[in-house]
């Protein structure tokens, strides 16, 4: 049952991670770039999406987004 639980869990915040990227995602390559989180969240400033940007790569994938909006850093949706 805790199996379930945590997998239906975590089905769920990715869930919700993926409609927030997508709402944000303007050229629907599924990441996001500091433009297209500048655009929606004006606030966000290049070192706090460095901060989310845990691989360096200079985009935020599904998971990246999941864990900032966990941690308070990215608004959901």
Known sequence: ???ILLSAT?????TVASFAAT?????GDGMLTLDEV???FPDIKADAF???????????DTSEVA???EAGLLPQG
Not at 10 to 14: A, R
């Open 1 to 3: 049952m805790k199996t």
């Open 10 to 14: 975590i089905i769920t915040g990715l």
């Open 23 to 27: 709402e944000v995602d303007a050229n």
């Open 38 to 40: 500048n655009t929606a």
């Open 50 to 60: 460095s901060a989310m940007d845990v691989n360096a790569d200079g985009v935020l």
């Open 67 to 69: 864990a900032a909006q």
